[in-house]
């Protein structure tokens, strides 16, 4: 074998007028290797074989094993070349198999990553790309469990975006979190493109849902569904997906509350979202100039959609809804109950929950109040609740001290009279139980003894 160095002095001598012979005498290698390397049939740094390897042979078959089946197990295949008389080892195997490039690629499987990328052409106003990220570990205080849901709209043509916290994926969050990112916005496009979304598109035929279409037909919109498996369609909301998760959510606090957390998001999006650079034939512009020169349709009013929300009342009696508190009457404090919302109405309905302890009142509407502006730390309270509150409060309070723990109580007369009550009458007392004051007559036992001469054996 020879080296690189030694395969590149070969070729200089050879260019030179060398004869193969005084080459090989010169390097001290023998004519019909230099004439081999010369002639290309070896490779510099690479020994050759002087016989077959053991996988040389078992090439072929396993070449037609992977066309025929490109996800098939490396050790099934192994086990199935040890039967045909395989004598080397596994890792030998995979080595032959990945440097022969005998498992083609399949292309079903194959990730979006490395494959060719179509240029999309997205006209100003044209399309809307909807997508739910699910972010985990949210603040213990917004009592949302694992897991927050944020709704993430943007414009295809700008790559403007906004999104929406949300307690839920229902369709109801759904409906509310897109009219109020299309008027974040700024108005409606022509299309709205979503992936398979159950609340959208129907699993069973991957079309449009009925319940969906009544409120694509609401706000004049075609609904896109996104071809399956296809991440680059929508490729703007996906970015906006990573974007939110490691620009907002991971740099989150944990003393924050929702209201405080949309605001903050809505602030980066203005902020440093639409002043992302862009290149157009008409020179340099930001993401937020490109929004806003599309021409978007005017929102109508919100669906009406029914929205609802599980809710514990505090000690105060008040339920705490959008950065807000309702009141309800006392009674309720500490239960679980329903915040109802109408999209679109003015006012709220607090209602109670089926559960333990409430029995038939379950469903019940206990309370109804104007809407107050989200986020506006408003305490709204019905005049009713707030007598009833400050009477059971007054109830529940004593200025009595608390009582001493080593101290002497014996039973009071009440007591001692409780306890003569249950002593029953004369007459019906047993032997080991007798009633205080009564004499018991012996003659009684000196009867029965009377005319016994025998004692019972022991």
């Not at 002087?50 to 996800?71: K, M």
């Amino acid at each position: 074998m020879l080296t690189r160095e030694d395969d590149i002095d070969v070729h200089a001598l050879r260019r030179q007028g060398w004869t193969i012979t005084a080459i090989a005498r010169h390097l001290g290698r023998d004519r019909k290797t230099i004439r081999a390397y010369l002639a290309g049939d070896r490779e510099a740094g690479v020994r050759a074989r002087s016989t077959p390897g053991p996988f040389e042979v078992f090439a072929p078959y396993c070449a037609q094993r992977l066309a025929d089946d490109p996800h098939l197990w490396a050790s099934t295949l192994f086990d199935e070349l040890t039967d045909l008389g395989y004598l080397g080892s596994y890792p030998t195997m995979t080595r032959q198999i990945r440097t022969r490039g005998l498992r083609p690629a399949c292309e079903p499987c194959r990730p979006a990553t490395g494959r060719p990328i179509a240029v999309i052409d997205h006209p100003p106003g044209e399309e809307t790309q909807w997508d739910w990220v699910e972010l985990p570990d949210p603040p213990q205080s917004w009592g949302w469990g694992a897991q927050a849901h944020l709704l993430v709209g943007a414009l295809s043509h700008s790559g403007a975006w906004r999104g929406l916290l949300c307690e839920s994926e229902d369709q109801a969050h759904l409906v509310d979190g897109l009219d109020r990112i299309a008027r974040a916005l700024g108005g409606l496009t022509r299309d709205w493109r979503f992936d398979r979304m159950a609340t959208v598109i129907s699993p069973a035929t991957g079309r449009v849902s009925a319940s969906f279409a009544e409120i694509a037909k609401h706000y004049g919109v075609v609904v896109r569904p996104c071809p399956p498996r296809r991440g680059n369609r929508k490729g703007v909301v996906e970015k906006a997906n990573h974007v939110a998760a490691q620009r907002f959510w991971r740099t989150l606090p944990d003393d924050v509350s929702v209201e405080e957390a949309q605001a903050r998001l809505d602030t980066w999006c203005a902020r440093r979202g639409d002043a992302r650079k862009r290149s157009t034939p008409a020179g340099k512009t930001t993401v937020g100039a490109l929004a806003a020169a599309e021409r978007l349709g005017l929102v109508p009013a919100p669906f009406g959609a029914t929205l609802s929300v599980q809710r514990t009342v505090s000690a105060q009696g008040l339920v705490s809804f959008r950065g807000n508190r309702y009141s309800v009457p006392p009674e309720l404090t500490g239960a679980r109950v329903t915040v109802v919302l109408r999209l679109g109405s003015t006012t709220i309905d607090i209602a109670t929950t089926p559960g333990p302890g409430l029995g038939a009142r379950g469903g019940i509407v206990m309370a109804r109040h104007r809407l107050a502006t989200t986020g506006a730390g408003a305490m709204v309270r019905d005049h009713g609740h707030v007598i009833a509150l400050a009477r059971a409060a007054m109830a529940a309070a004593t200025s009595a001290p608390p009582h001493r723990g080593k101290v002497r109580r014996p039973p009071t007369q009440a007591a001692l009279d409780a306890a003569a009550a249950l002593v029953a009458p004369t007459g019906t007392q047993t032997a080991a139980a007798p009633a205080a004051g009564v004499v018991i007559d012996l003659a009684i036992y000196a009867a029965a003894a009377a005319g016994r001469n025998t004692l019972l054996p022991r």
